[in-house]
C-alpha cells in the first residue's frame, strides 16, 4: 500500500517588526530577505522620529536654542555678513525674533523629516532599480529597506543624548555632536563648502550605505548583485553630496 507523504506547511516567520531592529545590525542579510517578503517599516520610522524629537529636545535644554541658533549664523559666511552690518540693538531684535520660531521648527522637523526623508529616498531607489536594473520592486518593498537600513542613525541619537547629558554644553558643536564625521579635523573659519563635502564622509553614513545596498540586493537577488546594488547606492549618495557641495559655495 503506497504511502503519501505530506509536506509540511510553510513555517511562518517568526521574528516580528522589534527583532528585526536587531536583525539588520546583526545579520542584514537574512533580515533584509525576510522584509523583501513581508515588508515593515512603522517601527523603525516611529522609533527614529522618536529618539530624534528627544534628542532634540536635550540639544535645546542643555545648549539652549539661543546659542544653537548663534552658531549656526557663525557657521554661515552669507548671514554673518549681513548681521555684522547692523547695529547690536537690531542684532539682538532679529535674534529673538528667531528664537520665536527655531524650537518649533527643531521640533517640527526632528518629528516629520525622518518619515518624508525615507519615503523620498524610497521612492527615487524605486524607481532607479526599476527603470535602470530592470527589477519589478514594489514601493512598501522599498520603504521596508530604506526604514530599516536608517537604524544605525537610531543609536546615533542614542549617543548624542548621553553626550549632550554629560558634555560641557559651551563645548558641543551643534552641527557634529557624535563628532562621527571628517569635518571634525577642519580648523574653524573652514570654507563652509568643505565643511559640507568632509561632514558627508560620516560612520553612520557608511553604515546605512551598505545597509542599503544589501537590502536592495535582497529585494531582487536575481537581478541585483551586491556590487550593482552598492555602486547605485553610493552614486546617488554622491551625486546628492556633490549638490549639496555645489549650494554651499554658492551661497557662502
Not at 68 to 81: D, G, H, S
Not at 136 to 154: D, E, T
Not at 212 to 237: E, F, H, M, N, Q
Not at 240 to 248: D, F, M, Q, S
Amino acid at each position: 500500500m503506497a504511502t503519501t507523504t505530506v509536506s509540511p506547511a510553510e513555517t511562518p516567520e517568526s521574528v516580528n517588526s522589534f527583532g528585526r531592529l536587531f536583525g539588520v545590525l546583526f545579520s542584514p542579510k537574512a533580515t533584509f530577505a525576510s522584509i523583501a517578503r513581508r515588508p515593515t517599516w512603522l517601527v523603525p520610522v516611529l522609533l527614529l522620529s522618536i529618539l530624534s524629537v528627544a534628542a532634540t529636545f536635550t540639544l535645546g535644554a542643555r545648549v539652549g536654542w539661543r546659542a544653537i541658533l548663534e552658531q549656526q549664523m557663525q557657521r554661515n559666511p552669507l548671514a554673518q555678513r549681513q548681521m555684522e552690518q547692523l547695529k547690536p540693538e537690531q542684532r539682538e531684535q532679529i535674534i529673538q525674533q528667531q528664537l520665536k520660531y527655531v524650537p518649533v521648527i527643531g521640533y517640527a522637523g526632528a518629528a516629520v523629516a525622518t518619515a518624508i526623508t525615507m519615503v523620498v529616498i524610497a521612492a527615487v531607489f524605486l524607481g532607479i532599480f526599476n527603470l535602470a536594473c530592470g527589477t519589478s520592486m514594489r514601493f512598501p518593498v522599498s520603504l521596508g529597506v530604506v526604514a530599516y537600513a536608517w537604524v544605525p542613525w537610531a543609536i546615533y541619537q542614542l549617543l548624542a543624548i548621553v553626550i549632550l547629558l554629560f558634555k560641557d554644553p559651551e563645548t558641543v558643536d551643534v552641527q557634529n555632536i557624535v563628532a562621527s564625521n571628517l569635518a571634525i579635523v577642519l580648523p574653524d573659519g573652514a570654507a563652509r563648502w568643505l565643511v559640507v563635502l568632509l561632514s558627508s564622509v560620516d560612520l553612520f553614513s557608511v553604515w546605512t550605505i551598505l545597509l542599503l545596498a544589501l537590502g536592495y540586493r535582497a529585494a531582487d537577488p536575481r537581478k541585483l548583485s551586491l556590487g550593482k546594488a552598492l555602486a547605485v547606492v553610493i552614486g546617488t549618495w554622491l551625486f546628492v553630496v556633490l549638490l549639496r557641495v555645489g549650494v554651499a559655495a554658492a551661497f557662502s
